[in-house]
């Protein structure tokens, strides 16, 4: 099975700054058709999850333009610009190159 | 607009089944897949399968098979998730969500099921 490998757990936030998130795989998420099979979900409290970015740096619909993903191969991260209120709940990074489908560990994002 | 609407909360006992259902509406049905994702009380996020819809066939991980069965009905655009052989350490929200390129675009509120003697 693909391991997706999170980071930071936790990460506390000031309004209006930036963060980072950081998704590694255990291997290359590229498909033979040249999408990257990974996807981003913000789940907050109390909430279904919700898809922000999919193939790696797509934005959902209505997800606003200071949240974008990047990366390839087999590193990839979430990026929020300025970060708001909310923001805030725990973003999971999910390969879909391969079945099993897996999720990583998850990264919680809280205001200071 | 999409909706995914699954049935209710359930309490059951070790060792029986538990039947979800997730029913669909604002889009074609058969056009996309249907995965099924579960989370422990406090935990992260966990693929247990999918079915596509139109044809019935499914995928499931390794760890649920021979106790997961997915199903679907086309006629009433809900799709089925069974669980048997229920364990204390399957205790968990259980959410239907859409598949395709976005996986994940929608998804249902996920009901707990809590098993407990």
């Known amino acids: 099975d693909i391991v997706l490998t999170q980071s930071p757990l936790s990460l506390p936030v000031t309004p209006g700054e930036p963060a980072s998130i950081s998704c590694r795989s255990s291997?290359?998420?590229?498909?033979?058709?040249?999408?990257?099979?990974l996807h981003w979900y913000l789940q907050r409290p109390g909430q279904s999850p919700q898809l922000m970015i999919y193939?790696?740096?797509n934005r959902a619909s209505g997800v606003p333009d200071r949240i974008s993903g990047s990366g390839s191969g087999t590193d990839f991260t979430l990026k929020i610009t300025r970060v708001e209120a909310e923001d805030v709940g725990i973003y999971y990074c999910m390969q879909v190159l391969q079945t099993p489908f897996t999720f990583g560990g998850g990264t919680k994002v809280e205001i200071k | 607009q999409v909706q995914l609407v699954q049935s209710g909360a359930e309490v059951k006992k070790p060792g029986t089944s538990v039947k979800v259902s997730c029913r669909a509406s604002g889009y074609t049905f058969t056009d996309y897949y249907m995965h099924w994702v579960r989370q422990a009380p406090g935990q992260g996020l966990e693929w247990m399968g999918r079915i596509y819809v139109k044809s019935g066939g499914t995928d499931y991980a390794q760890k649920f098979q021979g106790r997961v069965t997915m199903t679907r009905d086309t006629s009433i655009s809900t799709a089925y998730m069974e669980l048997t052989n229920l364990r204390s350490d399957d205790t968990a929200v259980y959410f239907c969500?859409?598949?395709?390129?976005?996986?994940?675009?929608?998804w249902g509120q996920g009901p707990l099921v809590t098993v407990s003697s």
């Open positions: 193939l790696a740096s």
């Open positions: 291997q290359s998420l590229l498909q033979s058709n040249g999408k990257t099979c």
């Open positions: 969500a859409r598949g395709g390129e976005r996986l994940g675009d929608y």
